[in-house]
């Protein structure tokens, strides 16, 4: 199986630097994309980008009797900025942890971790997803839908506990002190949609579908996190994460 994995439907076909200059085989989906989906020719172009490197196009050189595709590419063009959003997520089942890393990543925020919550299934964090290359493979399925070269740095936690301790944040943004929000649809002091806009950096926690325990509602509020609404239902977790996601980077000014 190739290293980078697609559903069919893309806008930017990426490739590792390793394999520039290498032949696709007719069973790599990016083969089945340019001559099933895109009906690609030998001499037409197409959109193409190097992981965590540039973008620009691509041509299909040859197409082989074994049905294998080579290509040059010409990707000089710079991938679009990552935004300055962190967003935190408690587990939750292993198809719903790969649509949330997915849109995360086609939204093109910085980072992304996931941690286990008080009231989530404890069962979730045992997802085969984060070591057989599915969660990688969410992530560049993203950004090949987005056009970007890059995906979020994603790392993984056991608590929210743990979290809180490690502050990644800190380290990312220096001395500019993020907007730290804790999405709370049970105990909010406030709606997210009201906050004043800003041009700080915000981390964002959204917690599993059950939400968060007091416990770990106190411990957001020892480390400087305001529990914000975003609104009276109790939604999916990835539909959360959209969503906030969206509100937080209209707030902080990255949707202009």
């Known amino acids: ?90 587990f939750s089942r292993p198809i719903q942890i790969r649509r949330l890393l997915r849109d ?40 090949c839908q987005s056009r970007d070269t890059s995906v979020p740095a994603l790392s993984v936690f056991d608590s929210v506990e743990q979290w809180l301790s490690q502050r990644s944040w800190e380290r990312d943004y220096n001395h500019t002190l993020p907007l730290l929000v804790a999405a709370d649809n049970i105990r909010p002091e406030g709606a997210l949609s009201r906050i004043t806009p800003t041009k700080r950096p915000m981390v964002l926690a959204i917690g599993s579908e059950r939400g968060w325990s007091d416990h770990e509602r106190d411990m957001f509020e020892a480390a400087g996190f305001s529990r914000l609404s975003l609104g009276s239902r109790a939604l999916r977790t990835e539909t959360a994460c959209v969503a906030a996601a969206t509100l937080a980077l209209e707030k902080i000014g990255e949707l202009g």
Do not use: W
Not at 42 to 52: I, P
Not at 124 to 140: E, H, P, Q, S, V
């Open 104 to 143: 995360l990543s086609s939204m093109g925020i910085e980072a992304i971790d996931l941690f286990g919550t008080e009231l989530g299934e404890k069962s979730y964090r045992d997802t085969k997803l984060l070591n057989d290359g599915g969660a990688r493979a969410a992530l560049i399925e993203g950004a």
């Open 1 to 90: 199986m190739c290293e980078i994995c697609y559903i069919i439907s893309v806008n930017l076909i990426l490739f590792e630097a390793h394999e520039v200059g290498k032949a696709l085989s007719r069973r790599d989906e990016r083969t089945i994309h340019l001559l099933k989906v895109l009906h690609k020719k030998a001499g037409d172009s197409f959109e193409a980008g190097l992981l965590d490197g540039g973008r620009g196009g691509g041509t299909i050189e040859k197409i082989n009797l074994d049905g294998s595709v080579v290509v040059s590419l010409d990707v000089q063009g710079s991938p679009p900025p990552r935004l300055p959003l962190r967003v935190a997520a408690g």
